[in-house]
């Protein structure tokens, strides 16, 4: 009797004991893994972990970056698709490796004068907030910047654009043609190889931005910069638009809240590290630097014009090429007003 009494009271203790209450559970942050392909010492990556730190910060750690410099993700050519298909959710690549694929956006590689980074990537981030093209349709983004304009680093002086006839310099992408209009001979080969090519006196100079004359020991060789300021590089910063998507509301905001703030530190970041790296040239290898006549800038602009005429021409009728033009000149002469 005392048997069939305990059983089912024992059943049921062992049902409940059975039974797990659900306990809240924290939820942890969330994790975005951040591609970019230069070294980590670049500007691009050093903005990249910036700009990391202040997401963490403004999400108050709800989401944390992992970022992944040098190619160790993604390469540079298959960056944005890589992100688009979901390889990294976000990813810094360069647009003008991307000839033709971003037609309103290539107009800030033309050779417009381009005083430095700053204006360049203020004037890049408006022109895309104002005309959002349809070629970034497929992805968020987050931020756009500039490299500094390209100058000439030679050694020997380039003291007018008569100087660049015949003259072997490297160059790449825009810069090109740019230097075929201006007389130059241009030679197209990977920077690693630059030094070696300017000992050797396969070229006799190089054009990019100047920060490159402390940060790979240009100026050892190059005792001359001449200021061009030429075609810029551009860049953009974007997220995988599925995963932007199941962000929360809050933190899109914050996400959002440091787009053109970056694009401006970035190219503050920039020029100022081109502003020592030009003064340690000269205090360390008494390099000169070099300006060109009023003259010799506007007969500059005249040879290069042909860029831009065939920008608009290409871009065709289904982008106004010609207003662009306009827009990103105006933008330009702006920001060289009210940049500091």
């Not at 969330?30 to 670049?42: D, E, H, I, K, V």
């Not at 200021?227 to 899109?252: A, I, S, Y």
């Amino acid at each position: 009797m005392k048997m069939r009494v305990l059983c089912p009271l024992l059943a049921v203790l062992l049902i409940a004991s059975a039974v797990v209450v659900p306990q809240p559970v924290a939820a942890g942050p969330l994790t975005l893994t951040y591609a970019n392909f230069p070294p980590a010492s670049t500007f691009p990556c050093v903005q990249m972990e910036r700009w990391k730190t202040e997401a963490e910060k403004r999400t108050d750690r709800a989401v944390q970056i992992q970022t992944f410099p040098g190619g160790t993700l993604l390469g540079a050519k298959n960056m944005l698709d890589g992100v688009i298909s979901g390889q990294a959710d976000i990813g810094c690549f360069a647009m003008s490796y991307h000839p033709g694929r971003f037609p309103v956006l290539e107009v800030v590689d033309l050779p417009l004068g381009w005083s430095n980074a700053t204006v360049a990537s203020l004037a890049l981030w408006d022109l895309y907030n104002q005309y959002q093209p349809e070629s970034l349709s497929k992805v968020k983004v987050l931020t756009l910047f500039t490299c500094p304009p390209a100058n000439i680093m030679s050694i020997k002086p380039v003291r007018t654009i008569d100087d660049l006839k015949g003259f072997e310099i490297r160059a790449a992408g825009t810069g090109v043609k740019v230097f075929e209009l201006l007389g130059a001979a241009p030679i197209g080969m990977p920077q690693s190889d630059v030094p070696d090519a300017l000992h050797r006196g396969v070229i006799q100079g190089m054009a990019s931005s100047l920060e490159v004359m402390k940060d790979f020991k240009y100026a050892e060789y190059c005792r001359f910069i001449t200021m061009t300021n030429l075609q810029v590089v551009t860049f953009g910063v974007v997220m995988n638009l599925d995963r932007w998507k199941t962000l929360p509301e809050k933190t899109q905001a914050a996400l959002n809240s440091l787009g053109r703030e970056q694009a401006e530190w970035t190219g503050r970041y920039v020029d100022d590290h081109v502003t020592e790296a030009v003064a340690w040239s000269k205090k360390t290898y008494n390099v000169e630097v070099i300006s060109l006549s009023p003259g010799d800038r506007e007969r500059m602009d005249q040879l290069l014009k042909p860029l831009v005429d065939g920008y608009i021409a290409r871009v065709g009728s289904s982008i106004p090429g010609e207003k662009i033009v306009k827009d990103v000149i105006a933008l330009k002469k702006r920001y060289e007003r009210t940049v500091k």
